[in-house]
């Protein structure tokens, strides 16, 4: 047993706060040696997504491998309300809780669920002793230092101070002049080194889970990593403005940088910052990212001096991404390109290395990866998606390009070269549509334009071109995430353009299921125009809010009603096509065009 277990790969899984695709890898000006010579040895995804916009929320979906469910699953304290309190059931709790339960000794420092240190407490409340994630770890450590607790250090500044003990009176940068660890993420560098030395001499296989606090807020990193850039010459956003077009509905006034009150300019959607203070807050981004970098490098210096670089797993991931004056906004927050964009790299054994990887990718896509790479059985009800073979074979054709996200009011999708969100305001909705060209900047809502006939279901002809799976397929699986923002259930179905377009690729196939089978209910219709639309059951039920099981019962009825009398008759026939799904598409054409003349 000890044999097998030591074949088992070692897993460093490295996460980093409000990480946006800015290193220099992705082609920035930010200098990250480290975390580019990572990317040369793995794949680096250039198009990966988070799936909610906010710290919290985000690792929750990527330590569950699932999608939101509900309201509370956009929140910073979604792992606390669904995991927290929870007895520990036969479903795992984590990802690190499914490797611990496989043989793996998992390790978490820092900041890897959504409270700093991993222990629930309030910002300016003392340490407690109950765990975010009660099974998830065989050790959970930090070292606060000077700070005395992890929300002090998350917030902190070079003397020890800290946001909340000066009542928000404070800048949201500084630059000191002390070494990596006279800030928190020097001291969980030096931790984690320590940490990765001693399970490395173990027989056991282990996942150490590192979690770093900047760059979030407060921008604060020592003189050294701010001494190498020249702030004079650092490049300002493309996009500083609003999208033409616009709702504003997906836009706030940057509150959470406001709150640093001691700031020298306040950001607004009513005007731009200055450039000399956008260029002074960019500086102090980028020095945050060369810091932690640095930090890295000492993880992975550890790995190359022992010889274990080669046959460790690395994972470096970026919980969303963060708006640096792009779209007058200083934060997160947004279902935009630049909040929901963030830094992913993996590194595996026999795996190809320096891939540029194009495809996009998802959070929740990191769970199955990782349980595939240890040779470790998937949970149920994973909403991931392994990426193991597009860590060999980038180009692989089945993996579908598609990224869902959703924060406060509403609901976006990624396909290649285009963004679709909708936002609810009340009874009403608001569709924006944006395409990427050279660059990944929303610059001008397309649902605007009168060329670009934006109905629900014309939008699949403009996102999928040449495929016959609907828009709806994508952005409302998971309408149950809407049902505590009192939206409706078949009000996000453009159901007259559905029949239309049913019609106009399947020889007016809506027109002759209403006509040969009249008994059939308006739901019935419903039911049978989305299986013809190429949706699986359980996406059916999450359209109509039912249980799977319902669904196939319901499927079952209609059958029998087009079946009554029907069996020598193209009607019949195109029951079998619809339930069955492999009747030749040509003779059914046939058929039907005989039988509507």
Request: glycine fraction near 6%.
């Amino acid at each position: 047993a000890q044999s097998k277990q030591k074949k088992k790969p070692n897993i460093l899984f490295i996460c980093v706060d409000d990480l946006r695709r800015e290193l220099g890898v992705y082609g920035s000006e930010v200098i990250t040696p480290n975390i580019d010579g990572l990317a040369a040895d793995g794949s680096l995804f250039l198009n990966h997504y988070a799936q909610v916009p906010t710290s919290g929320a985000s690792r929750a979906c990527m330590l569950t491998g699932c999608l939101p469910k509900n309201k509370s699953d956009l929140s910073n304290e979604a792992c606390k309300i669904r995991l927290s309190d929870r007895e520990e059931g036969d479903e795992p709790e984590t990802l690190f809780h499914q490797l611990k339960r496989n043989g793996y000794y998992t390790v978490g420092i820092g900041k890897i669920s959504h409270y700093a240190d991993g222990y629930l407490y309030g910002y300016s409340k003392p340490k407690s002793c109950k765990l975010e994630l009660p099974y998830s770890w065989n050790e959970m450590l930090f070292d606060a230092g000077k700070w005395e607790t992890g929300w002090n250090a998350f917030f902190g500044y070079s003397d020890g101070s800290n946001r909340q003990n000066r009542n928000r009176e404070v800048k949201p940068y500084e630059c000191a002049d002390v070494p990596d660890d006279g800030y928190p993420d020097g001291l969980t560098a030096n931790l984690a080194v320590n940490k990765l030395k001693e399970l490395l001499n173990k027989k056991q296989p282990f996942c150490l889970a590192v979690g770093f606090f900047k760059p979030h807020l407060p921008f604060t990193a020592p003189k050294k990593y701010w001494d190498m850039y020249d702030e004079k010459k650092l490049l300002l956003s493309p996009t500083p403005d609003l999208p033409s077009g616009c709702s504003k509905l997906g836009f706030h006034n940057s509150d959470e940088f406001n709150g640093y009150l001691l700031g020298e300019e306040k950001a607004s959607l009513d005007k731009r910052m200055s450039d000399v203070y956008a260029r002074k807050l960019r500086h102090a981004y980028y020095a945050c990212i060369s810091y932690v970098d640095a930090q890295i490098g000492k993880l992975l210096n550890v790995l190359k001096d022992t010889g274990e670089f080669d046959n460790t797993i690395i994972v470096l991931w970026g919980d969303h991404g963060w708006h640096l004056g792009d779209h007058r906004i200083w934060g997160k927050h947004t279902l935009y390109e630049t909040a929901l964009g963030s830094a992913l790299i993996i590194k595996a054994p026999m795996m190809k290395k320096g891939v540029r990887n194009e495809r996009i990718v998802s959070s929740i896509d990191i769970y199955p990866t990782l349980l595939d790479l240890c040779g470790v059985q998937h949970p149920k009800g994973l909403d991931g998606h392994s990426l193991t073979e597009l860590l060999s074979d980038p180009e692989k054709a089945s993996w579908k390009d598609v990224s869902y996200s959703y924060f406060n009011n509403g609901v976006s999708v990624r396909v290649p070269q285009y963004r679709l969100i909708q936002f609810w305001n009340g009874n009403d909705s608001v569709l924006e549509l944006y395409r990427y060209k050279k660059d990944l900047f929303e610059r001008k809502n397309m649902n605007e334009d009168k060329i670009v006939k934006l109905e629900k279901i014309s939008a699949q002809n403009l996102l999928f071109k040449n495929r016959e799976a609907f828009l709806m397929d994508y952005i409302y699986t998971h309408l149950e995430l809407f049902n505590n923002l009192q939206v409706k259930k078949y009000t996000c179905i453009d159901w007259t353009s559905l029949y239309e377009e049913l019609n106009r690729l399947h020889n007016g196939f809506y027109v002759c299921l209403k006509n040969e089978f009249p008994t059939l209910t308006e739901e019935d219709l419903q039911v049978c125009c989305l299986i013809k639309s190429g949706l699986s059951t359980s996406r059916i039920a999450d359209l109509f809010c039912i249980s799977a099981s319902s669904i196939t019962k319901k499927k079952y009825r209609i059958r029998e009603r087009m079946n009554q009398g029907k069996e020598d008759s193209a009607a019949y026939i195109l029951a079998l096509d619809l339930f069955l799904m492999n009747y030749p598409q040509t003779k059914l054409s046939a058929l039907t065009n005989e039988k509507n003349s």
